[in-house]
């Protein structure tokens, strides 16, 4: 049973525009989100997180929104540029899971020139 | 070096093989994991330790063996593998137990033949 799911295998973006990566999970206990970025080669590499305290947080051009009754959150980039495009992960963790992230299985963003 | 290194970065091996993998981290964390990617899955947690000692072990078949001499290096031994094993394994370190943000290494793709 997964409990992060990222339902958009891939994304296509314009440079410029706003890219908008979603992320569902189903178990209520967990009270920390990450987002992680990956380029092919290298490992995954932590990008911004929200505490279950928090709606938003910003850094930067990148924005995590944390729906917390949807049990939603997305990743706003805006706006994108073409060095973005990598694969995107969702993770999410609890204390009680004595911290261990549970991710998705990524998003591939492109950002076309 | 900074951050989080693994070697070898490309693997083959045979079933009948005995390999290790190591990973090394010069961030000064006390936490260090061992993942497993498979193609189409979501990352999964495999090993963790803290301060050197394991504190999971996310039921993983005994082909797999880790070790974790001090802090900042991690192995993994790997015997009698099965072409299933082969899968993109990433070393992750983090300051504690109790902090969520994991930093990860490249990995190490191995094929199992």
């Known amino acids: 049973d997964q409990q992060v799911k990222q339902n958009s295998p891939s994304l296509s973006v314009q440079e410029g525009r706003i890219s908008i990566l979603n992320c569902d999970y189903t178990n209520s206990m967990f009270d920390y989100f990450l987002w992680y970025k990956k380029y092919p080669a290298e490992g995954p590499t932590f990008l911004i997180s929200i505490s279950s305290i928090k709606d938003k947080n910003e850094d930067g051009r990148f924005t995590v929104f944390l729906n917390k009754s949807a049990k939603h959150l997305s990743l706003h980039i805006v706006p994108s540029q073409p060095g973005d495009s990598a694969v995107y992960f969702c993770?999410?963790?609890?204390?009680?899971?004595?911290?261990?992230?549970?991710f998705g299985k990524g998003t591939l963003l492109t950002v076309n020139p | 070096e900074t951050g989080v290194t693994q070697t070898p970065r490309h693997l083959v091996m045979g079933m009948t093989n005995k390999k290790s993998l190591k990973c090394e981290q010069h961030l000064g964390h006390n936490a260090m994991y061992w993942y497993k990617q498979s193609a189409k899955k979501p990352l999964e947690l495999m090993f963790v330790?803290?301060?050197?000692?394991?504190?999971e072990n996310n039921s993983v078949p005994s082909r797999f063996s880790p070790e974790c001499p001090n802090s900042s290096h991690l192995f993994l031994h790997l015997h009698t593998l099965q072409p299933e094993d082969s899968a993109l394994y990433l070393c992750a370190s983090s300051l504690g137990l109790r902090r969520y943000e994991q930093y990860f290494g490249p990995g190490t793709r191995l094929t199992v033949t």
């Open positions: 993770a999410a963790a609890y204390g009680g899971s004595n911290y261990k992230l549970t």
């Open positions: 330790y803290n301060f050197k000692e394991q504190t």
